[in-house]
């Protein structure tokens, strides 16, 4: 049946753009009419969220029975009228219904149980609210009215948003749709905690398997109550957000009026300044959604990651300088959001205290002394642009360095991770050996180099890069790159290079599929090495009696330090990326949206058990693959450590030998994968930033 005008009038309402400021201080009495007055001033999320504490778990049923009256009343009073249609009304019956969905799923999720709500309260308060809104959509119809409708509407439409359809939670979206009946709320809650409680993220954090994090700006509030407890934003991610939500663009421009006169004066000038508000508006929200968590953890989760400037990344000052201008700025407005999210609770615990850990480009030497700094401040760090055992073991002694001096300050510190791009190391590894094959394949032929070299590149659909001058090498260096070959077991490929051998494609087959396989494995075994260096049984108790006796710590506070430091598997390829880096503590892994969608069909695949991947990190490997990675220059370089490191892990009491052609902390900047990665980050980066100017001149 098509729409009335009555109803896309509804429509229209319903997907507004929501109000912007509270009013400072709250204005509540109790807790219910906090989450009411909240949810209806146009904020459900935090209205909902405000529940999320220790200290409502004795009275979660009593507040919610008052919860449901106010509401239930406020609904009844904003029927419309026959002919007429009032726009306060409907955002009151908007936010009525999104506050209940939005508590709903909190206790769906993960989050009921980290506040530890009862099973039977979860349960009964789960009842009532499907039983209102099923109350309400009866009115509704009655009425002929449809703002339930297009609510539903409205969060599919966002959830499918998430990577442009290609994420989990865009996937999860489409499944809720086939589960539901119509169109109607109370169908929808009960689909989406299903599809929820389904997933295998969900089972993993509940069972404890691993910590997930999340690349990726938007679609949040799901993956939360998935048990996601960190997010990871950089110059390529910030871009892509505003790409995916136009709103954040215009949600920029009116958080950024006042300053906008002072910008088009200059602005080139203003252009990093102007870059960085806009990644922070994208930001605000990510702290928001996590807030809860680090307030329920005390900042031991919940943490959300801001990429620095990477043209300042090689600089102590400017890093430093950029990194305090934004916690400021996030400590304004978390002191703001913390006045209703912890509205009536006790005030014993720190608050506005930033939920944030800043990305340290690990390339430069220069992030030695950044990641100590900063963790001096009780400022969170994650190291980034890092490949390599040497370059994560020196950074976490500098964490630790630092943690050391902001505990004997009796500063709590704030969790730090060490990431492990472990997906862009193979894609390096990679690409430096097809270079070698295919130079040493094609280098003697003569004249059928080269139409072996374009028949290459058609095949690859790589064309272009030889419609450039570029000498032999730089053309198969720009034709076989992770652009164009995202695997060595590929028929053009083996094509060629069986041509240009004089032997059979199944044997140049059999050949890449064994390296392929070997590399596959390179990211994991860099990350598996940094964890056994660190935290496996028999090592952990060592840090801990190194913490103790170098530094004079107590046992609680070496415990502590130990406890807030996690590694941080990134950039993944494919599901066995995850799955064969899961711990059960100092582990969190961090997945792109549509990576999370590989684990979860691989998880959906016949005779798939997580048990078979718990605490799989410790697993031991094939050791002749680590031998034949070995032969490979890069592969070592990143593998092994310096005889200056192993040097320090014998003085903290680490047994073992680790090698010594590791990558020392001068030759970082100089590792290919540092920059491949920082070339990428930097050039997002400045397009970002063009972008944000060009939006800052229109609107002048």
Known sequence: MRPTESDQATRSIVFEVRPGRLTYPPGSQDHAGHVVATSLAGYPEPAADHLLNREMRAQLWIVM???IRQLNLEFVKSGQEKGILDKDKVKVR?????????????????????????????????????????????????????????????????????????????????????????????GFVSAAGSVVQGNIYYVMAKGKVCKFGNDYAIGLRWLRHLGYVQVST??????????????????????????????????????????????????????????????????????VSYQLNPNVASSLEGSMADALMIYSAAQDFLGRYDDYLLWGYSNSEERGRPNIVFKIAGGYPAAVEITSSLNSLGIGTNNTVTYTVAQETTLIMAAMRGMTEAVKK??????????????????????????????????????????????????????????????????????????????????????????????????????LMKLESDIGMAGTLVAQRTYRIFFSPENRPRWLDYLEKQHGLTPTEA???????????????????????????????????????????ASRQKGFSIRYFENSIAREHDKEIVNRLLLLEDFRRAYELTPELGERLRDAGIPGDYGRDGLSVSEWPTFGSVMKTMAEFTNAYNMFKAKCIEAVRAAS
């Open 94 to 186: 908007q936010m009525a219904y999104e506050v209940l969905v939005e508590i709903a799923m909190n206790l769906y999720g993960t989050e009921a149980s980290l506040v530890g709500f009862s099973d039977g309260d979860v349960k009964k308060v789960l009842q009532r609210i499907v039983q209102v809104i099923r109350t309400w959509e009866e009115i509704e119809r009655k009425e002929g009215s449809s703002v339930g409708q297009y609510v539903i509407e409205r969060y599919l439409n966002e959830m499918r948003k998430v990577f442009s359809g290609g994420g989990m939670v865009a996937k999860m979206a489409d499944e809720i749709g086939q589960k539901l009946q119509g169109g109607s709320v109370s």
């Open 559 to 601: 415990d502590l330090i130990m406890d807030r430091i996690d590694l941080l598997p990134a950039s993944k390829r494919k599901p066995n990326d995850t799955y064969l880096t899961l711990a059960s503590r100092n582990m969190t892994n961090t997945e792109f949206p549509d990576h999370q969608y590989r684990i979860l069909e």
């Open 410 to 511: 009796g500063i709590l510190p704030t969790q730090i991770y060490e990431t492990n791009m472990g997906g862009r190391l193979e894609s390096h590894l990679r690409e430096v050996e097809v270079v070698k094959l295919v130079i040493e394949a094609l280098k003697s032929l003569g004249e059928r180099r080269d139409a072996l070299l374009q028949e290459l590149a058609k095949g690859l659909n790589a064309s272009k890069e030889l419609e450039t001058s570029k000498d032999f090498e730089g053309s198969v260096r720009s034709v076989v790159s992770f652009r164009y070959l995202k695997s060595l077991v590929n028929e053009p490929l083996i094509n060629v290079l069986a041509s240009a051998k004089g032997i059979s494609k199944e044997e140049v087959r059999a050949s």
């Open 65 to 67: 029975g008052s919860v």
């Open 234 to 303: 950089n110059p390529v991610l910030a871009a892509r957000a505003y790409d995916d939500d136009p709103s954040l663009l215009m949600r920029f421009m009116e958080e950024t009026r006042e300053k906008r006169a002072r910008w088009i004066k200059d602005l080139n000038a203003s252009g990093d300044e102007i870059a960085m508000q806009a990644t922070m508006v994208a930001l605000w929200p990510n702290l928001a959604v996590f807030r809860p968590i680090a307030a329920l953890t005390g900042y031991h989760d919940g943490m």
